[in-house]
Nanobody
Framework: QLQASGGGLVQPGGSLRLSCAASGVRLDRATIGWFRQAPGKEREGVACIRTTTGSTFYVDSVKGRFTISRDRLENTVYLQMNNLKPEDTAVYYC????????????????????WGQGTLVTVSS
């Protein structure tokens, strides 16, 4: 089970840190992704980390602003979001695949085994 938290209302230029806490699901040797879905839009991948290699992936729109990281002891993955923009407004979901996803599949939603319930991020003045 994955529990996403940390969303909220923030002004443009502000920061938030999202957490994805796993219970009953080990994040070792896994691929963990953060996805988001804005109203009227499809769910899209934002950031991903492969715990087998430590490799991280970001979509162009968040590069340099978002950072994905993992706390092995807490079995938790974080998404630090800085310099937030109104277009970042969405429900953010974490998901995990129990294995090593190849690069071409890290944004493929259908590949992920477990999904969290989502946390709402609203960027507005």
């Amino acid at each position: 089970q994955l529990q996403a938290s940390g969303g909220g209302l923030v002004q443009p230029g502000g920061s938030l840190r999202l957490s994805c806490a796993a219970s009953g699901v080990r994040l070792d040797r896994a691929t963990i992704g953060w996805f988001r879905q804005a109203p009227g839009k499809e769910r899209e991948g934002v950031a991903c980390i492969r715990t087998t290699t430590g490799s991280t992936f970001y979509v162009d729109s968040v590069k340099g602003r978002f950072t994905i990281s993992r706390d092995r002891l807490e079995n938790t993955v974080y998404l630090q979001m800085n310099n937030l923009k109104p277009e970042d407004t969405a429900v953010y979901y974490c998901a995990t695949y129990a294995g090593h996803l190849i690069n071409s599949n890290v944004w493929n939603r259908a590949t992920y085994n477990y999904w969290g319930q989502g946390t709402l991020v609203t960027v507005s003045s």
